[in-house]
């Protein structure tokens, strides 16, 4: 498979994946996913997602009115603002990732070697992180 035709594969599986999700769009499930995850701060989520902080904010502000996601000021520094998932953000959370699974099955059960390459996608996550850091340290 060339490059480019990579490329149009995952941008094609991103829009169907997105799909499966009625409850959020896909950088809402970003979001969500990457607090769940263990990035707590927006200043760590803008870096981790590739997102400038204006778009993580927009993102964060939306969630919180939603109900999803809630900021909590850290005791020792009052300046921190930490951000957990509230317990509806955990299940839609869950069902978005059920259902994104699904569709993903979905895909590999029509595709040739797709169970190879699934996990060469799920690798690709230690080397996006990686970048993220090489982005941050440079």
């Given at each position: 498979?060339?490059?480019?035709?990579?490329?149009?594969?995952?941008?094609?599986?991103?829009?169907?994946?997105?799909?499966?999700?009625?409850?959020?769009?896909?950088?809402?499930?970003?979001?969500?996913?990457?607090?769940?995850?263990?990035?707590?701060?927006?200043?760590?989520?803008?870096?981790?997602?590739?997102?400038?902080?204006?778009?993580?904010?927009?993102?964060?502000?939306?969630?919180?009115?939603?109900?999803?996601?809630?900021?909590?000021?850290?005791?020792?520094?009052?300046?921190?603002?930490?951000?957990?998932?509230?317990?509806?953000?955990?299940?839609?959370?869950?069902?978005?990732?059920?259902?994104?699974?699904?569709?993903?099955?979905?895909?590999?059960?029509?595709?040739?070697?797709?169970?190879a390459g699934v996990e060469q996608l799920?690798?690709?996550?230690?080397?996006?992180?990686?970048?993220?850091?090489?982005?941050?340290?440079?």
């Amino acid at each position: 498979m060339s490059d480019i035709a990579a490329v149009d594969a995952i941008i094609r599986l991103s829009r169907v994946l997105e799909r499966a999700s009625t409850d959020l769009s896909l950088a809402h499930f970003r979001v969500l996913s990457a607090v769940a995850d263990g990035q707590q701060r927006a200043s760590r989520l803008a870096r981790r997602l590739a997102l400038g902080k204006p778009a993580v904010s927009a993102s964060v502000e939306s969630l919180c009115r939603r109900g999803l996601l809630e900021r909590q000021t850290e005791q020792a520094d009052q300046r921190v603002v930490t951000l957990q998932l509230t317990p509806e953000g955990e299940r839609v959370l869950l069902v978005a990732r059920a259902a994104m699974v699904e569709q993903l099955r979905a895909v590999i059960r029509h595709a040739p070697r797709a169970a190879a390459g699934v996990e060469q996608l799920a690798a690709l996550n230690a080397g996006l992180d990686e970048l993220a850091e090489q982005r941050v340290a440079g």
